[in-house]
């Protein structure tokens, strides 16, 4: 499965720019993620969403400001940042999981390659 995310760029904070990943139809049945590593950092996870939406789980550093959604006929899924802060800088990149239903960082079956998102204050 190609993993293709799309929709970093510099950002002034408190912009609300939108990534998109692209994870083809092999992967419509696999719970989806956003993740992201900033400089010195380790791989965090950001959000999650099932297989068919239903259920989405959040990082509490991003809680009320970030939306991950799929479009299932699209293949697509989407991370809505809003209220972005200097500390959401970082490289984030989208992920298949190993199972329907959730996604974390132990359960990813494949990465896709990042886009850079900088926060300028």
């Known amino acids: 499965v190609q993993l293709q995310a799309s929709g970093g760029g510099l950002v002034q904070a408190g912009g609300s720019p939108r990534l998109s990943c692209a994870f083809g139809r092999t992967a419509s049945n696999n719970a989806m993620g956003w993740f992201r590593q900033a400089p010195g950092k380790e791989r965090e996870f950001v959000a999650g969403?099932?297989?068919?939406?239903?259920?989405?789980s959040y990082a509490d550093s991003v809680k009320g400001r970030f939306t991950i959604s799929r479009d299932r006929a699209k293949s697509i899924v989407a991370l809505q940042m809003n209220s972005l802060k200097p500390e959401d800088t970082a490289i984030y990149y989208c992920?298949?999981?190993?199972?329907?239903?959730?996604?974390?960082?132990?359960?990813?079956?494949?990465w896709g390659q990042g886009t850079l998102v900088t926060v300028s204050s």
């Open positions: 992920a298949k999981g190993l199972s329907a239903g959730a996604i974390g960082r132990d359960t990813v079956r494949s």
């Open positions: 969403i099932s297989w068919n939406g239903g259920s989405k």
